[in-house]
């Protein structure tokens, strides 16, 4: 009986100034008794005093030693007052302080908790984040002595939220009221789900309490929704981009020449190969310019392909011309050629390409939504090589002379069109783009001889839904495209979702077979 | 004035071709079983187990590359989804088998053991009458020709042809993959159909059975061949090979080429279903690879190497190229990928016409020597 009230008067006075350790309790963390341990742990946690930290610190580390009714701290054969900090005289035979699983958790928490009173701010932010997802009721006084001492406002937002996490148990209705309140305007999965129990007569007997914590939940739930749904949507906007990168360069080989490139997904690999040498180049030469690879990558990878692009053409496809399911056949040889040339050259696993240091992380807009940079800036990628695609097609001699070949090829051989030069250039431009969706696609996904084939369905899949020779119809179908399968994935899971999208691009190609974006014109084949 | 039908199917093969299928299948039916059961293995003349899977598996493929020959040589309509007609055909007849093995899996349940895996308490709806041969067999060969003739006839009503339609075939052979993939679709995921024990009651690996079904395939093939040549030579082979050539001016004519299409696919890929329920047996596996694109994409080249619209021709390819294939992953397995890869390029671009073509070229040149 003396203990406690002891205890009580020991609790309340740590609370109130910077009382020293009571040897009693630094004493009582060597009891026999675990359950005994515990509450001295969490009395010296409430004094939040540097001391304490000492104290908790050496008998997490096993090195709080208990001789006679001093309590020191021996490192090596050095030994301290574990209350003062002064240094003493080894004792003869020091009693060490056993921890076991319970405890060593105990003191783990404890510990994490007086970080925050600690004088960094960086530690204090690091532990009031850590502390999120584990406060206890105990917690309470704890949290408001450093709600009270806080001056950050960072840290301080997150501290009132812990606080009302841990008043939700708090005997007085009123308390609970408020802080149900308090986190009903938070969107973290782990608050609803610590509201949850509260909405049930079980968990909370207070109805006006539990109709809060109702709608809370709900305001949560709909916030947690929308941003799901906004993850999506951005997913498949990425997606949308990356099939855009596919599919822009098959727009422009089948578009002008007709011709069906099978080996356009490899192409897409030739890029991401040739992005994987430069920054093998890189590590080896310029260290220190490491995070500028990526930049140096994009005209390599748009050139190497486009050489590989022109090498197709000018021995193979160039003598195909009008067979195109002849092309089809020659071109997928030419992809299996390409497969086992990337197998022999940099072996069948896949190569390691790593995101230089300005596109890791990402935005955080809500605590489950994420928008990593990468992907950002892959989407803005995209539609960088769109301008320049539609400059080059619009504002260029070149890109008209494209642009007359594929309207009327006769007639523009006629009027002086060089048009068997402009089927090597197209090919090769379209190529080189295939290498530039490469480069993206090494930021997102594996880099190994097989990536290409995973895209080259659905770069076609674009190509059909958005007609042939549109850079426009391209572009609305590979963001629809993208958008919509991301939607369906989150609705009926990634395998239904695709199988869903090739049905419903069956079902479209029947009402509108030439693509969403048709030529004008009637054709005599 | 018609011939009987007897006479029309005997005219269309001439005497040669005759006897040379006549020699065929006293190989296959005599000559095979007697070298296998009577000589000892370490015989000159002896034919091992080994030998005689694999030509019966090359004789599955000759069976679809005849399909496609149908259907591309004569139709003009490549596609690239004929191995999903394939893997349809050997699923079907996989279920049967897999309800053979009986309590004999792993699990010594009443269900597949794949089944029992992911604790499913009964069979699917889609599994009833599973455990009937002739359900199965006919199921074989009818999924694979209500899949054709809703595809096709939604496809061809649309009037899409070339290679929009060859995407679209393997868009949707790429789809199917994908569904069989999964393991709640219920024919096994990833694994497929293996571990066969019996057919009918016969233990599936043993000598006698093997060379039944070997002599089985050889005769379907002979049969297959004897009606896609009467097939092609009939009125129907020439409106369709008309439509291949000009199909605006057929239909100016007054012909539908709607009907005339949707018929060689749906009975193209009713052979290619039957290709693959004498598959699985013999090769004692399926699973969803053999719907992957590339598959659908090799049966092409089959047709290509040997010579389109011959129908021979794409047999004897079927024959070079996955002789060509196992005897190249087995001693240069890094090299398997160039050589099709090549074959692929070269076909397209100096044997337009294929094999048979070279062989018709070198003939007339002797003859015009001579």
Partial sequence: MTKTILVFLLFAGSLSAQAALDPAQVRQLAAEDSTEKVAAIRQLTQTADPDAVRVLKAMADDSLFLAGDKALIIDGDKAVDAITGKPV????????????????????????????????????????????SQVTPEMAPLLARALEKEIDPQIKALLTLAYAQANLKNADPAARLAAVKELAETSSPTIKSVLLPLTEKAGEPDD???YEAIAAVKAIDSRLAMAENVGRAFSGLSLGSILLLGA????????????????????????AYATYGMQTLFRAYFPNAIDWYLPAAIPVAFFAAALVGVLMERTVIRWLYGRTLETLLATWGISLVLIQSARVLFGAQNVEVSNPSWMSGGIEIMPNLMLPWN??????????????????????????????VTQNRPMAGCVGVPTSRIDTMAFALGAGIAGLGGV??????????????????????????????????AVWAALGLGIFSKLLEGWAGAVVAKILVLVFIIAFIQKRPQGIFALKGRFVE | MRKPLTIRILSSLDTKSWIALGIFLALALVVVPVLHLNFPEDSAFHISTYAITLIGKIMCYALVAVAMDLIWGYGGILSLGHGLFFALGGYAFGMYLMRQIGRDGSYQSDLPDFMVFLDWKELPWFWVGSDSFGWVAFLALALPAVVAFVFGYFAFRSRIKGVYFSIITQALTYAAMLLFFRNETGFGGNNGFTDFKRILGYPITSSETRLVLFGLTAVMLAVTLVFAAWLVKSKFGRVLTAIRDAESRVMFIGYNPLWYKLTIWVISAVICGIAGALYVPQVGIINPSEMSPGNSIEIAIWVAVGG???????????????????????????????????????????????????????????????
């Fill in chain 1, 208 to 210: 006006k309490v539990r």
């Fill in chain 1, 248 to 271: 822009l360069g098959l727009a422009i080989t089948y578009g002008v020449m007709g011709i069906i490139n099978m080996a356009h997904g490899e192409l897409l690999m030739v890029g």
């Fill in chain 1, 375 to 404: 992907r950002i800036i892959i989407i803005g990628f995209a539609m960088f090589v769109l301008f320049l695609v539609w400059v080059l097609m619009n504002k260029t001699r070149l890109g008209m002379f494209v642009r007359a």
């Fill in chain 1, 440 to 473: 993206a696609l090494s930021q997102i996904s594996n880099v190994g001889p097989d990536m290409g084939q995973g895209y080259i369905v659905d770069s076609f899949m674009v190509v059909v839904v958005g007609g042939v020779g549109q850079l426009a119809g």
């Fill in chain 2, 308 to 370: 389109r619209g011959t129908l021979i021709g794409p047999i004897i390819g079927a024959f070079v190229v996955n002789l060509a294939k196992s005897w190249f992953t087995v001693s240069f397995p890094e090299y398997w990928l160039f050589f099709l890869g090549l074959l692929f390029i070269i076909v397209t671009l100096m044997l337009p016409q294929g094999l048979v073509g070279l062989w018709k070229k070198l003939m007339d040149k002797k003859g015009a020597s001579a």
């Fill in chain 1, 89 to 132: 005289n080894m004792p003869a035979n020091p009693e060490s302080v056993t921890v076991n699983n319970r405890i060593r958790g105990e003191l783990s928490s404890a510990l994490a908790a007086l970080k925050l009173f600690d004088s960094d701010l960086a530690v204090r932010l690091a532990s009031a984040q850590k502390l999120q």
